[in-house]
Structure formats: C-alpha cells, structure tokens
Antibody
Framework: QMQLVESGGGVVQPGGSLRLSCVAS????????MNWVRRAPGKGLEWVAL????????FYGGSVKGRFTISRDNSKNTLYLQMNSLRDDDTAVYYC??????????????WGQGTLVSVSS | DIVMTQTPLFLSVTPGQPASISCRSS???????????LYWYLQKPGQSPQLLIY???NRFSGVPDRFSGSGSGTDFTLRISRVEAEDVGLYYC?????????FGGGTRVEI
C-alpha cells in the first residue's frame, strides 16, 4: 500500500528557511514525478513545484520561483522542498503528491497527509 | 497563467438530490492530441485532497459512479447524481495543459 509521509514543518520567522521532506513507500519512487501542493488558511489549493522522476527537470509556481527548490533522492525514496526567504503568505499546509505524467498528464493520484508551515514573527 | 474559475463558491444540497459545479478556464484545455487536461479533486474535512476525475470524464479508481464529468475547451462540469452525506467538502478543478498548473478557487459543498 503506497504511502507518502511529509515532515519538517514548523514555525519560522519571515525571511527564514525551512526544508520539508516526503518519504515514499509502497511503490517504485524513482518511476514517478513528484509535486508539492499547498493550501493556505482559508484559501484554495496552490501547486508549488514538480520534479520529474529522475530529477532532471523541475517546474515552479510563480509565487515561489527563485525562493523554493524541489529535489529528490531516489536512493532514499525521499522528496524535498527547500524553502528560503519565507514570507507570511507562505503559511500553509504543504502536501506532497505523486504525479501520473508524462506531460501534459500532470495530475496527482496520491497525496500525503500534509505538514504545516507557519511563517510568523 | 491559466485562470480557473469555479461556480458556485458554495453549494448547499439535500441528500439524494443532484448537484453540479462549473469550472471555466481562461484558455482552452484541449491539447493537440484531442484530450482536455482537466481534473477534479475533493478535499473532505480534515483530510488530504483526493482525485475524483481525470481528463474531464474518467472516474479515478474507487470513485462512485454518482460522480461524472463533462465538457471541452474552456467549460467543464462536475455532476453528482445523488448527493450523499460523505460528499461534503471542497471541490477543485485543475488544469495541466500549461505550467504553472492551476486550480480553481474551490466550491464548498455542504448538506
């Protein structure tokens, strides 16, 4: 049974950094693209980033481009999101989600339980 | 960016009655391969989002057949033939024909 488990969320000051992790199990991680999607309090879902199965390509939403970096370690079945220069509006629950692919079939068939990031002074 | 507009924002339904949600995109979601890359997700209270419908009208594994999707180009609809209590939550449409992937603002369905 496949599972995605996020961790690394917490409280951070504006301008600070945080790294999220998502550990995958129950499927061949290296065969799938992976995404981060977030939901801010009282708002809807927002796609954050995608990395291809081999990590060779990455794509970002406009609000995080240049500040966030998605990466993966297929030997550890782990997806990462390095978040720098955090702002108040980055406060959200962050989900990792498995990508069906290939382009343009980038949709998500399985999601983790989410990890909460709170940016506050 | 492709803007996805959902209506209504809020839907109060009676169990056993039908319901529908509209999703309109600012650009056509039809690819040169003829498919429309439009999806529907449901986030139930306290849960992670879950996939309901992919590529307009295909129900994902385990999704009850009371859910159906239709549309093409820029106009899409999710229908629930007979709403059940477990269908409450936030419904989102999403497009994947162009980066960045974008979601509609969501429709809250309550009983």
């Amino acid at each position: 049974q496949m599972q995605l488990v996020e961790s690394g969320g917490g409280v951070v000051q504006p301008g600070g950094s945080l790294r999220l992790s998502c550990v995958a199990s129950g499927f061949t991680f290296s065969r799938y693209g992976m995404n981060w999607v977030r939901r801010a309090p009282g708002k809807g879902l927002e796609w954050v980033a995608l990395t291809w199965a081999d990590g060779s390509e990455t794509f970002y939403g406009g609000s995080v481009k240049g500040r966030f970096t998605i990466s993966r370690d297929n030997s550890k079945n782990t997806l990462y999101l390095q978040m720098n220069s955090l702002r108040d509006d980055d406060t959200a629950v962050y989900y990792c989600a498995r990508d069906i692919g290939p382009r343009p079939r980038n949709y998500f068939d399985s999601w983790g339980q989410g990890t909460l990031v709170s940016v506050s002074s | 960016d492709i803007v996805m507009t959902q209506t209504p924002l809020f839907l109060s339904v009676t169990p056993g009655q039908p319901a529908s949600i509209s999703c309109r995109s600012s650009q056509s979601l039809q690819h040169s391969d003829g498919k429309n890359y439009l999806y529907w997700y449901l986030q139930k209270p306290g849960q992670s989002p879950q996939l309901l419908i992919y590529e307009v009208s295909n129900r994902f594994s385990g999704v009850p057949d009371r859910f159906s999707g239709s549309g093409s180009g820029t106009d899409f609809t999710l229908r629930i033939s007979r709403v059940e209590a477990e269908d409450v939550g936030l419904y989102y449409c999403m497009q994947s024909i162009q980066f960045p992937l974008t979601f509609g603002g969501g429709t809250r369905v309550e009983i």
